[in-house]
């Protein structure tokens, strides 16, 4: 499976990670552990979460007040 971000979940993403850069040492990498734990999750089983509008799917990040949103159909995630 290929996960594409759209531009707007892109820099939101880049965003949190550079503020979380600038709390405390490390903790940007540990943000981005965690997505890639999330994404890791929903490759596996998209089905597994919500959906929360329409065809809009969404998995909530361990740890860190974020979640990934995905389509359900062409999983193209926001």
Do not use: C, G, H
């Amino acid at each position: 499976m290929v996960i594409r971000f759209t531009p707007d979940a892109d820099a939101e993403l880049a965003e949190a990670r550079q503020w979380y850069a600038r709390q405390r040492e490390d903790l940007d990498m540990e943000f981005m552990e965690s997505i890639d734990d999330a994404l890791s999750r929903v490759v596996r089983d998209p089905d597994l979460y919500p959906i929360v509008y329409r065809n809009l799917r969404r998995a909530v990040v361990r740890r860190f007040p974020f979640a990934v949103f995905m389509k359900s159909q062409r999983m193209r995630f926001r």
